[in-house]
């Protein structure tokens, strides 16, 4: 699946294939959304050392797009990436804060361990490496009001143009739950 021509940067193609991979990985077997709008609050608990010296799953990214990502606030990826939600749309991925709010109500008779009608997924636009390589993305999943976890995320592009996730940085802090304070 490719963005429309106006929206085909390598920022908003990462976006695309992260969020595809998301919903094809069959880990999350529950509908995905996606929100229009990132959480900040991720870069918060993260310096550059702290970033790079982290428990990243494999291949840490390089030095200078961790100093990029850290010292850029996050723009949303629908403002970003115009033919985004056109694509997820295709791909029946809802997406946008309608979306998010209609499956984040939650049933009050359900306690214990509460959970959406559908996993949330919110990412920041990716920070793309000078030569276009690598890529850094700050995410978070919530499958419910207190399930979220929050990460930031190495893309690096393949041969054929498609991004893929080459290692992550779990979040030292509980991602906030879509429409919890930061």
């Not at 961790?66 to 949303?76: C, E, V, Y």
């Not at 959970?115 to 276009?132: K, M």
């Not at 419910?144 to 991004?163: S, T």
Request: charged share 15%.
């Amino acid at each position: 699946m490719a963005l429309a021509a106006d929206a085909q940067t390598p920022a908003c193609a990462a976006a695309l294939d992260l969020i595809l991979g998301f919903a094809k990985q069959g880990k999350h077997p529950t509908p995905l959304v996606v929100a229009a709008t990132p959480d900040s609050a991720e870069t918060k608990t993260y310096t550059t050392d702290t970033l790079l010296q982290a428990d990243w799953s494999g291949a840490p990214p390089p030095q200078p797009l961790a100093d990029a990502l850290l010292s850029l606030p996050a723009q949303g990826v629908f403002d970003s990436c115009p033919g985004l939600q056109a694509e997820l749309t295709k791909a029946r991925i809802s997406s946008g804060d309608d979306a998010v709010a209609r499956v984040t109500q939650v049933d009050p008779d359900i306690v214990a361990l509460p959970t959406y009608g559908a996993n949330v997924l919110a990412l920041s636009l990716p920070i793309v490496s000078a030569d276009g390589r690598d890529a850094l993305v700050q995410d978070s999943l919530c499958q419910g009001p207190n399930a979220c976890v929050g990460a930031i995320v190495h893309l690096q592009k393949e041969k054929g143009g498609r991004w893929r996730e080459v290692s992550n940085a779990l979040s030292p802090e509980p991602a906030p739950s879509p429409g919890s304070p930061s």
